[in-house]
C-alpha cells in the first residue's frame, strides 16, 4: 500500500516550534501564546513616551455634555478607522472628565484644531482649568446635544460605538453621525510641541 503524503500545511504547521511568534488569532487561551517579555522587562515608559513624541499628529478637541455643563479637552490621538460605516477612533486617558461625559451620554465632538488655535488647544489640555473656563469665549452651537466649536478646521459629532480600556488609556470608538470641513491649515503635535505645515505637498498624491 502507498504511503499518503500529508498535505505542505499540514506539515509546516507540524514541524512548527512550540514557542515562536504566531499569528494572532485572538482567541488563544491566557499565557498559550508566545511572550517574548516573559522573562524580560520591557523598554518601559520613558523610552517608549521618547517613542510617541516622534509621532506627528493633528490636534484636536473632543467635547462632550457633562451633567453640570460642557466638557472637553485636548487630544492628539485621534484618527480615523473605517469609512463604511464612518468610524472615528479618540484614545482618552483612564480618569478625564471628559471621558466620563462620553461614557454617561454616549455621543461626542471631534474638532481639528486650525493653526491658529494653539491657545484653545493649550486652554483644553490644562489640568488646572475648569470646564467653564475652557469655553469661556470660544463660539459653540449644538449639534446632537454637544457643544460644537463652529471654527474649526472640521468636526463631527459621534455616537459612541465602542468604549474599551488598553493600559492607562480608553480607546472610543464613534459612529460619524454629522460632520463638517471648512477651510484652512491644520495644528499639528509633534517632539512635545504644536506645529504648522510648511511649505507645499511633497507630491501631489499617495504617490
Ligand atoms: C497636544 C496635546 C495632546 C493631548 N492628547 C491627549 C490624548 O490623545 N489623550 C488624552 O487622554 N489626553 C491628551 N492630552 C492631555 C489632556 O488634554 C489633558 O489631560 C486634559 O486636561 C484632560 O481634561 P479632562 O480631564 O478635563 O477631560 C493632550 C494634551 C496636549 C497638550
Request: glycine share 10%; net charge positive.
Amino acid at each position: 500500500m502507498t504511503a499518503r503524503l500529508r498535505p505542505v500545511a499540514e506539515r509546516t504547521t507540524a514541524a512548527a516550534p512550540a514557542r515562536g511568534p504566531r499569528p494572532w488569532t485572538g482567541d488563544d487561551p491566557a499565557g498559550a501564546r508566545w511572550d517574548p517579555l516573559r522573562d524580560e522587562p520591557g523598554p518601559g515608559a520613558a523610552r517608549c513616551l521618547a517613542l510617541y513624541a516622534k509621532l506627528a499628529s493633528g490636534v484636536t478637541v473632543v467635547t462632550a455634555s457633562g451633567e453640570d455643563g460642557p466638557l472637553g479637552m485636548t487630544v492628539s490621538a485621534a484618527t480615523s478607522v473605517s469609512a463604511r460605516p464612518p468610524l472615528l477612533l479618540a484614545c482618552l486617558r483612564d480618569g478625564s472628565r471628559t471621558l466620563g461625559a462620553v461614557r454617561a451620554v454616549g455621543v461626542f465632538a471631534v474638532h481639528l484644531l486650525r493653526e491658529e488655535q494653539r491657545d484653545l488647544a493649550a486652554r483644553f489640555a490644562s489640568p488646572t482649568t475648569p470646564a467653564a473656563q475652557r469655553f469661556a469665549g470660544t463660539d459653540t452651537c449644538d449639534v446632537l446635544g454637544v457643544p460644537v466649536f463652529t471654527d474649526s478646521l472640521a468636526w463631527s459629532v459621534c455616537l459612541v460605538e465602542d468604549v474599551r480600556r488598553y493600559g492607562d488609556h480608553h480607546l472610543v470608538v464613534g459612529r460619524v453621525a454629522a460632520v463638517h470641513v471648512g477651510a484652512g491649515r491644520p495644528l499639528l503635535w509633534h517632539d512635545r510641541g504644536f506645529r504648522s505645515l510648511a511649505g507645499p505637498p511633497m507630491t501631489d498624491g499617495a504617490g
